[in-house]
């Protein structure tokens, strides 16, 4: 066994040491636990309900997030009243127990953090709602695993946008949808999101609504701009339907006049993809946006205005896009036959 290996192995045997003697000190916390003050399952359904409301109304969490929470607070919910265990509150066995049965599911690290956060902030809610501590020790967070974010190459890019080639309505569409997604490096449910009054064509600028009603200030000009004004111009009234005042002032719409949600986007992009010749499991919403972010970096972007654009709230994340670029460069100095 090579010193490397041996190192790596050292490492992993300290982590889930770490980890056992973490999960100790967690029994003995939950053992001195006075049992009172126990919900039942039915109670902790209404209190979900209210719980939606307070991270919308109180802590500024968008509908997507809110609604995340809670569908992670029901799969909680869930498991419990399936094995017979108490949902509230949490107990470190049956938090454990949660976690192995998300593992034989095969979620993400990423997911089950989330549900373990969405946990740790519904404790909290319950603590305020009984007006008094509770004390009850949080359940700890997993270990997220980073993964660098799957983009397009610009000659996949331009197959995705010739794929949208045509007058009609719902091509049309979709060119602008993928010319601003990629242009401006909006999310999709910033797409979704906008409103007519978002697009200043004058100015070239457009103001994208992102994670917390945040609002900022995108570059929108190029192909996106002229893109999205054909579509405005010569798409959009064809699709205007009887869907009601809710589409009035959305820019993007379904083929019965409805404002697109983020099932649509995925629709729009497998099935153009497929035209495309790029394979569904490579795409997903976010891809336009990390496709942007990546090639902007690689062709000298600094950091700083590329978080300002993409609305990052903390650099490390913008930062994810330069690791990802500096692989590509590697790989390209050792294997290219004229790097």
């Known amino acids: 066994m090579s010193e490397k290996s041996e190192i790596m192995d050292e490492a992993s045997e300290r982590r889930e040491e770490h980890e056992e ?22 109670e902790a359904r209404v209190l ?60 993400l690290r990423s997911t089950q953090q989330r549900c373990i956060a969405a946990m740790r902030s519904w404790i909290h809610f319950v603590e305020m709602e009984e007006g008094e501590e509770l ?18 190459n610009e000659g996949e890019i331009k197959r995705l946008m010739d794929a949208c080639q045509g007058t009609k309505p719902l ?29 200043d064509f004058d100015s070239k600028i457009l103001r994208a609504k992102g994670k917390g009603d945040k609002e900022r200030v995108v570059p929108f000009l190029g192909e996106a701009a002229r893109s999205v004004k054909i579509y405005l111009e010569t798409a959009r009234p064809q699709l205007k339907g009887d869907a009601g ?17 983020r099932q649509d986007m995925w629709r729009i992009l497998r099935k153009r993809g497929r035209q495309a010749g790029i394979a569904s499991s490579r795409l997903y919403p976010h891809i336009l946006r990390h496709s942007c972010a990546t090639h902007l970096l690689a062709r000298g972007m600094d950091m700083r205005t590329l978080q300002e654009m993409l ?13 990802f670029d500096r692989e590509m460069r590697l790989v390209y100095d050792q294997f290219h036959p004229r790097a």
């Open 48 to 107: 979900l309900d209210r719980f939606r409301m307070y991270l919308i109304g109180e802590r500024g969490r968008s509908h997507l997030t809110a609604e995340g929470y809670t569908s992670d607070l029901r799969q909680w919910l869930k498991f419990c009243e399936t094995n017979g265990l108490v949902a509230f509150p949490p107990t470190f066995p049956a938090v454990s127990a949660f976690r192995k049965h998300m593992d034989e599911e095969g979620k």
């Open 311 to 323: 609305g990052h709230s903390s650099i490390i994340t913008t930062q994810t896009y330069a690791h």
């Open 171 to 199: 091509v049309v569409r979709d060119r602008a949808i993928f010319e601003i997604g990629y242009g401006c490096g909006l999310r999709a449910s910033e797409i979704c999101g906008l409103d007519m009054l978002d697009l």
């Open 135 to 152: 004390e009850i020790p949080l359940p700890d967070l997993p270990d997220k695993t980073r993964l660098q974010p799957r983009i397009l």
């Open 245 to 261: 005042h809710k589409s009035k002032n959305k820019v993007f719409l379904s083929c019965s006049g409805r404002p697109l949600n």
């Open 21 to 42: 003697e973490r999960g100790e000190e967690r029994r003995e916390e939950h053992e001195e636990l006075p049992l009172w003050n126990e919900l039942s399952i039915d």
